[in-house]
C-alpha cells in the first residue's frame, strides 16, 4: 500500500541552526501539507502546496519556514534558525486533491527536538 | 478562528463496552469529517470518514453526523485494550481551496480489560 514517508524519524539540533524535514508524498498525489504537533497539544496545519507552490500558509509559518519541492518526489520543509519553541512532531500529508471527499495520507512523522 | 472542540477525557471504558467520542465544530460551511486515531509518539491513522448526515458504519465503528447541530460523533462497538489511544476529529475547512483539515484536541480512550 503507498504511504508517505518522512526522513528523519527524529532530528536532535541545536537553537539558532537550520533543520531540513523530507517527506516523500504519495506518487500520484499533488497536494502535500505539513502539519506540526507539540507536546500535548493538538495537530495545526502549517502550510499546504500545490503546483509547486504554496496555496495557504498559517500564522505560524512565518519567515523562518518554507517549503520546496527539489525534485518530483520529495518535499522539504526548511525551518532556517530553529527556537526552542519549534521543538514538536512534524507530519508531512498527501492527497490527490483538495476537493471534498478527498482523504489525506499522514507519514510516521519527525520529532525535532531543539536545544 | 474556525475551531474543533473535543472532550480530551480520559474516556474510560470497559472491554467489550461501547464508547462514545463528540466533536463540535464552529464552521457550518464544513463538508467532510474524520477521525483519525492516534496511537502515542505516532502519527495520526484515518479510522473514518463522514460527509452526509446520519450515520455511517465500518466494522465496529459508526460515525455519526449532524449539520444542523454541528455534531460528529464516533462510536466503537465492542471495545479492545488495543483500542486504547487519542481520537482526534478533524474537519476540512470549507473555504478556499486547499483542503487544509483542522484537528481538534482529541479524546484519551482507555478500554480496561
Known amino acids: 500500500e503507498p504511504e508517505v514517508t518522512q526522513t528523519p524519524s527524529h532530528q536532535v539540533t541545536q537553537m539558532g541552526q537550520e533543520v531540513i524535514l523530507r517527506c516523500v508524498p504519495i506518487s500520484n498525489h499533488l497536494y502535500f501539507y505539513w502539519y506540526r504537533q507539540i507536546l500535548g497539544q493538538k495537530v495545526e496545519f502549517l502550510v499546504s502546496?500545490?503546483?509547486?507552490?504554496?496555496?495557504?500558509k498559517s500564522e505560524i509559518f512565518d519567515d523562518q519556514f518554507s517549503v520546496e519541492r527539489p525534485d518530483g518526489s520529495n518535499f522539504t520543509l526548511k525551518i532556517r534558525s530553529t527556537k526552542l519553541e519549534d521543538s514538536a512532531m512534524y507530519f508531512c500529508?498527501?492527497?490527490?486533491?483538495?476537493?471534498?471527499?478527498?482523504?489525506?495520507?499522514f507519514g510516521a512523522g519527525t520529532r525535532l527536538s531543539v536545544l | 478562528q474556525k475551531e474543533v472542540e473535543q472532550n480530551s477525557g480520559p474516556l474510560s471504558v470497559p472491554e467489550g463496552a461501547i464508547a462514545s467520542l463528540n466533536c463540535t465544530y464552529s464552521?457550518?460551511?464544513?463538508?467532510?469529517f474524520f477521525w483519525y486515531r492516534q496511537y502515542s509518539g505516532k502519527s495520526p491513522e484515518l479510522i473514518m470518514f463522514i460527509y452526509s448526515n446520519g450515520d455511517k458504519e465500518d466494522g465496529r465503528f459508526t460515525a455519526q453526523l449532524n449539520k444542523a447541530s454541528q455534531y460528529v460523533s464516533l462510536l466503537i462497538r465492542d471495545s479492545q485494550p488495543s483500542d486504547s489511544a487519542t481520537y482526534l476529529c478533524a474537519v476540512r475547512d470549507g473555504s478556499g481551496n486547499t483542503g487544509k483539515l483542522i484537528f481538534g484536541q482529541g479524546t484519551t480512550l482507555q478500554v480496561k480489560p
Open positions: 500529508a498527501s492527497s490527490q486533491n483538495y476537493l471534498a471527499k478527498n482523504i489525506q495520507y
Open positions: 464552521d457550518r460551511g464544513s463538508q467532510s
Open positions: 502546496f500545490y503546483n509547486n507552490e504554496i496555496s495557504e
